[in-house]
């Protein structure tokens, strides 16, 4: 008896409509039993919704509602047929699989695997596991295996992968072997055998809800049970030619099959951010027709989902997007990645990562009440401490004064204690699992969680599903179990709970968002495809390691034209369905990239294409009037988004140092963040020594040298010596043992341009040159003052170097200049002209403090990247040069006792990356 078809035609939605023939079918009475059916729907949402509508329809008429088994497509085969084993799970399986590789000869294995892994890498062989079961599953699902690809591969010309799959073939069999040894069946290869031996059956009416794409094992099943099979095709009775005795789409006509598409609802915009206005002004144009619940909004390309939710939000619109979020983005999964990373590592990085986490965060202020105090701002502490040192990893071996790092050190030792138990060697996998748990409720086991807060709700998830799938590691047979680090079991909990969704509630006010193969079934009378465009709709895959698109359709797997066909008959559906199905094509996503619209837009006649071309390619430059209005600095304040004003100050500033006023000339304001708020970037994303701290390296180690005996000498191999140790020695103490390997390079290049600077020292201490200060002046000395309209100004800096020749008195002073480029005093200091920095004139104040008499000049000692550029540079400013240098001092000092530190200069100057965020710099 052949499978019972159904139509329904398409001026209403699917769903409502099922449910009125299930009525009329198996309603007794006032009660509607459906206990003895099995519901097959193409996904959980459609599943769901067909529930809550059966529940409404029963109240509605009174009736007792006896609901039924609702399944997805992918799980109906295993309700056909009785197992005679018990199933081997995901994670045996991919251990059966790489088990059975490596037990094949390299010789055999190479057709398949060129390059096999060393026996002891197990990671490698488990991916290789990986890929060889989702090659052996999507095979199966159409009744095939490798086999079989062997057999039929070279009746497509220049086909040249026989061995290939024999090799392949032989390990199949080798796996299936290896799982017998053990007593258990594989899923896919069971399903197979049971529709082989005729054994498929049930006791139940199967109904096919939408199910317009299955594979050939399912269909197969189906065919063994047809008298109890009905397919409910969402379809006219006219597109009858198009589905097949099971319900499912011929792919053939679908290629040819015309798409109605009313063109007046299709909108060609720019990008995610457009297609999220252009949603929102579809919706407007509704007037208020339907409800919240009524409309729904389509995401083939999810990436544009918080777009849509951020414009919804704006507009107080409640959103819910379906597939809602993952485990792996719940507050144990996470957390039980970054202890991965750092038990498996113990680098810095991970460390820092893991004491980021809010749930350790909360763990460590619960273990500060029970032990150790820690108080204080540990985590800025901690960056300090990354920014000084750059340690590689923590070894309990620190650096600096312990009290810089007292309270980094508690939580260090906490951490510790906490993955005690994680950091042994090897054990058998099962072994791993109390201890995982263990951690897991170390840390949320004392927090009291509410099921009905959707962050706790994630938490009870991931725990449950990571407790589950500890319970399936337990369930390996010790024949196939491996012995493992406490990283790879934690890895493995997690890869095998990643992807499992957490749908948000119902919201019965809100709008839904839904994938691209939810949308069929969906009952709203409006909805809105976003995203239509080629790569989307229709997905197409060209290139894949195993099985290209011309294997495919000689195989008779998913290919591009059974995505095709599934994709055409989707949008003939929506288009049909509803009088409301608006339509959204991008230009570019969101990398910038061009996009082109969806060949499905052009499935019609030759003059229809021709039409639809011109109004979907048409160039405009006409842009919309903004849904939001651009707001004025002063009002943007409750977006938070306004530049804060300067606050007045409480005391004025009463000394500067010689460096700020470069920094006052450049912009006022951040000048106030820098030097008046004494805002600084504090992170823990350094993974370098950057510039300011390899200038630091850099004076450290020039200013210990002006304070040595070899400051006086004049052979360049000597000083050269003398330079290595001081470098050796500051390094050690500053970044230890445990420093970052880039540390070691970036020392290397730093001792070639002290190499250089030996030969130049040498030379300038021959012409009569003797270092006689460095550092200064120092808190013994006189503060040095800028008198401006009769009120000193004390200034603060600390000179480098002050040279002196022993023959004619003159005095040089120095500063040190490491940065890459070798810029010239004047060149630092004046552009075009104008004043940019005032450091050198200004130190002329500062040397009056040291009472030196006699010419004083100024300069760099220069050391740049380029080595042969390396020189002491002297500057030549003219007195009235230098005389207009201290006239723009005192106009500096002026607008700083005014306050005057607004507006930001726009555009920034440059370096000032720094409060780029406050600034709102580069934000349209």
Not at 215 to 239: G, H, K, Y
Not at 514 to 523: A, K, R, S, V
């Amino acid at each position: 008896m052949a499978i019972e078809r159904v139509f329904l035609p398409v001026d209403r939605p699917a769903l409502p409509q099922v449910i009125e023939h299930l009525i009329e079918r198996y309603q007794r009475d006032d009660q509607l039993n459906l206990a003895s059916t099995i519901a097959v729907l193409p996904g959980r949402r459609a599943g769901r919704r067909l529930l809550e509508l059966l529940v409404e329809a029963c109240e509605e008429r009174n009736l007792l509602l006896s609901p039924p088994e609702i399944d997805t497509v992918g799980l109906l085969p295993d309700r056909l047929y009785t197992p005679q084993r018990p199933f081997a799970n995901e994670l045996t399986q991919d251990l059966a699989w790489a088990r059975a590789l490596r037990s094949i000869s390299p010789d055999k294995l190479q057709p398949a695997i060129p390059v096999a892994p060393s026996k002891d890498d197990d990671d490698r062989w488990l991916e290789l596991g990986q890929v060889f079961r989702r090659q052996h599953a999507e095979l199966a699902g159409d009744g095939l295996d490798f086999r079989d690809v062997a057999r039929r591969g070279p009746e497509l010309e220049d086909f040249d992968e026989t061995a290939r799959w024999r090799a392949m073939a032989e390990a199949q069999d080798a796996y299936h072997r290896l799982l017998d040894s053990v007593g258990l069946w594989d899923l896919q290869t069971a399903r197979l055998v049971a529709i082989d031996k005729r054994k498929c059956q049930t006791d139940k009416d199967v109904l096919l809800i939408g199910a317009v794409d299955m594979n050939v094992a399912t269909r197969s099943m189906l065919d063994q049970v047809a008298d109890q099979v009905t397919a409910f095709i969402f379809a006219p009775p006219e597109w009858s030619e198009r589905f097949d005795e099971h319900g499912c789409l011929r792919t053939e006509t679908w290629d040819t099959s015309p798409i109605e598409i009313d063109m007046n609802r299709v909108r060609v915009v720019g990008g995610p951010g457009e297609q999220a206005e252009s949603v929102l002004r579809i919706i407007a144009s509704y007037d208020g027709r339907y409800r919240a619940d009524e409309i729904t909004i389509g995401v083939p390309d999810d990436r544009i989902v918080p777009d849509i939710t951020r414009m919804l939000d704006l507009r107080e619109l409640p959103s819910r997007w379906g597939p809602g979020k993952t485990l792996s983005e719940t507050g144990p999964h996470t957390l039980l990645s970054a202890v991965a990373d750092y038990s498996g590592r113990q680098h810095f990085r991970d460390f820092a990562a893991l004491v980021r986490h809010p749930d350790i965060g909360r763990w460590l202020a619960q273990h500060s009440v029970h032990g150790d105090c820690i108080h204080g701002d540990w985590l800025a502490e901690l960056d300090k401490y990354q920014a000084e040192h750059l340690p590689y990893r923590l070894t309990g071996r620190w650096l600096g004064p312990a009290s810089a790092s007292q309270n980094v050190r508690l939580v260090f030792d906490a951490i510790q204690q906490l993955i005690a138990p994680l950091t042994a060697s090897h054990k058998p996998l099962a072994e791993w699992g109390d201890l995982i748990i263990s951690l897991l409720t170390e840390v949320f086991g004392w927090r009291e969680l509410d099921r009905s807060l959707a962050q706790d709700r994630g938490t009870l998830a991931a725990c449950e599903a990571m407790r589950d799938a500890i319970s399936a590691h337990l369930a390996i047979s010790s024949a196939l179990a491996p012995t493992v680090s406490a990283s790879r079991a934690m890895r493995w909990t997690l890869e095998q709970t990643a992807g499992q969704p957490i749908p948000p509630p119902a919201e019965a006010d809100a709008i839904e968002l839904l994938g691209w193969l939810e949308l069929p079934l969906d009952d709203a009378p409006a909805v809105i495809i976003t995203s239509l465009n080629e790569g989307f709709i229709p997905e197409s895959v060209d290139s894949d390691l195993f099985l290209p698109n011309r294997l495919r359709s000689r195989l008779g797997l998913l290919d591009n034209l059974r995505r095709y066909a599934r994709d055409a008959y989707a949008l003939s559906v929506l288009s049909a369905a509803r009088d409301d199905c608006h339509i959204i094509v991008a230009r570019r996503n969101h990398e910038g990239d061009p996009l082109v619209p969806s060949r499905l837009l052009f499935a019609a006649d030759r003059r229809t294409i021709a039409e639809r071309a011109r109004l979907l390619f048409a160039t405009t430059s006409d842009k919309p009037a903004p849904l939001v209005e651009p707001t004025r600095p002063s009002e943007a304040a409750a977006d938070g988004l306004a530049v804060p004003q300067p606050f007045d100050l409480a005391e004025p500033i009463e000394r500067m140092s010689v460096t700020s006023f470069r920094d006052y000339i450049a912009c006022p304001y951040r000048f106030y963040l820098r030097h008046v708020l004494r805002l600084r970037p504090l992170d823990d994303h350094a993974d370098e020594l950057d510039g300011a701290a390899f200038g630091s390296l850099a004076h450290e180690i020039l200013h210990r040298f002006g304070e040595r005996p070899e400051r006086e000498s004049t052979d360049a191999e000597q000083i050269r010596q003398t330079l290595y140790r001081l470098l050796n020695q500051t390094v050690a103490k500053q970044y230890g043992r445990d420093a970052m390997a880039v540390i070691h390079v970036q020392v290397e290049q730093l001792r070639m341009r002290l190499d250089a600077f030996a030969e130049k020292q040498a030379e300038w201490a021959s012409a009569g040159w003797r270092i006689e200060f460095t550092e200064v002046p120092t808190n013994d000395h006189q503060h040095a003052e800028l008198v401006v309209d009769g009120e000193a100004m004390p200034l603060t800096g600390r000179i480098d170097r002050i040279d002196v020749n022993r023959s004619t008195g003159q005095r040089v002073v120095f500063d040190y200049k490491t940065s890459d480029a070798a810029r010239r005093p004047r060149d630092a200091h004046q552009k075009r002209g104008e004043w940019i920095d005032l450091q050198l004139p200004l130190y002329r104040h500062l040397v009056r403090t040291l009472e030196i008499d006699g010419p004083v000049e100024f300069g760099y000692i220069l050391l740049p990247k380029d080595t042969s550029r390396i020189e002491y540079c002297l500057a030549k400013w003219t007195d009235e040069e230098l005389a207009e240098a201290d006239t723009i001092a005192a106009d500096v000092v002026r607008a700083v006792r005014q306050t005057r530190f607004w507006p930001p200069t726009d555009p920034p100057p440059a370096f000032s990356e720094d409060f780029a965020y406050i600034c709102q710099d580069n934000v349209l």
